[in-house]
């Protein structure tokens, strides 16, 4: 069982950039964030290969999100910038063996506690 924990959320203004990690415990082969707003299904933000050589975002976060890893420290990263209000949520580490990068939530075997992002206008 893979332990997987975020940190680096916050409150930030419209506009502003924030930088999201995900500590694991193990190697995990596919690595993802999901979001998920008050009274909304959680929904696939971006993810990364093992390697790091493919990732998938996203539509609403192309162009203003950035995925990353770092084996060694066994962390994940995710760099937002441009935010707005509709990007509150709750930002979920997600993590799996599948080789294929997974969108849905459900293809993904571990699961952090979420980390709070919140944007004001």
């Known amino acids: 069982q893979v332990q997987l924990v975020e940190s680096g959320g916050g409150l930030v203004q419209a506009g502003g950039s924030l930088r999201l990690s995900c500590a694991a415990s193990g190697r995990t082969v596919t690595m993802a964030w999901f979001r998920q707003a008050p009274g909304k299904e959680r929904e696939f933000v971006a993810a990364i290969s093992s390697g790091g050589g493919a990732t998938n975002f996203a539509d609403y976060v192309k162009g203003r999100a950035t995925i990353s890893r770092d084996n060694a420290k066994n962390t994940m990263y995710l760099e937002m910038n441009s935010l707005k209000p509709e990007d509150t949520a709750v930002y979920y580490c997600?993590?799996?063996?599948?080789?294929?990068?997974?969108?849905?939530?459900?293809?993904?075997?571990?699961w952090g506690q979420g980390t709070q992002v919140t944007v004001s206008s």
């Open positions: 997600a993590g799996t063996g599948r080789i294929v990068i997974p969108t849905t939530a459900a293809r993904y075997d571990y």
